[in-house]
């Protein structure tokens, strides 16, 4: 299975990964705080329609790697990110909002599809406003879905901040032919 993400629609990339299951494993991996710290973000989520979801992004915890200077404080001081749970059918789909504050709303979906002993994940961010945000999303995305197949497979982690230029650059030169979100 191919890991990179892939344009799904204007503003809108979707990501596929075959994981270790079972379904209730993977979804407890997206939906507790204690494990989802392990590869994206700690935080309480509300699991209904209309609930919150609150995350710290605090990369010291997924990574011991040296960050570029430029995402030092998010690494070691972290940032918070707020959302709204919009979709909620467990163990199957959770969809919530992304960004607010200021920033123009995304929003992410999970879908988990049993395959034998494994589980498809589906990853959809739509929403997205701009090739640069599309870009930097993907990559990501990339990384962090990378750490969680890790954590399911009880592997030792993958390279984070090692592999964000490359990811970056290769996500950049994807999307480059692509016109602007809402612009064609």
């Not at 890991?3 to 204007?10: I, P, R």
């Not at 919150?52 to 200077?69: A, G, W």
């Not at 030792?156 to 032919?177: M, N, T, V």
Request: aromatic share 10%; net charge negative.
């Amino acid at each position: 299975m191919n890991a990179y993400g892939v344009v799904l629609e204007s503003g809108a990339v979707r990501f596929e990964r075959l994981l270790p299951g079972p379904i209730e494993r993977v979804w407890s991996y997206l939906t507790e705080s204690e494990k989802r710290g392990r590869w994206l973000a700690s935080g309480v989520f509300d699991l209904r329609v209309g609930g919150r979801t609150e995350m710290l992004f605090k990369h010291s915890e997924i990574t011991d790697e040296t960050p570029p200077e430029a995402y030092r404080e998010v690494h070691e001081n972290g940032v918070r990110s707020t959302g709204t749970i919009t979709r909620c059918e467990p163990p199957r789909i959770i969809a919530f909002t992304w960004g607010g504050d200021g920033e123009p709303e995304s929003e992410v979906e999970f879908e988990l599809v049993p395959k034998g002993e494994k589980v498809l994940l589906v990853l959809t961010h739509r929403k997205l406003t701009s090739k640069a945000e599309m870009t930097s999303v993907s990559g990501g995305w990339h990384m962090h879905l990378d750490l969680l197949e890790d954590q399911l497979a009880g592997s030792k982690p993958r390279g984070f901040w090692s592999r964000f230029k490359a990811l970056d650059a290769e996500y950049a030169a994807r999307y480059a032919d692509l016109p602007e979100p809402g612009k064609g």
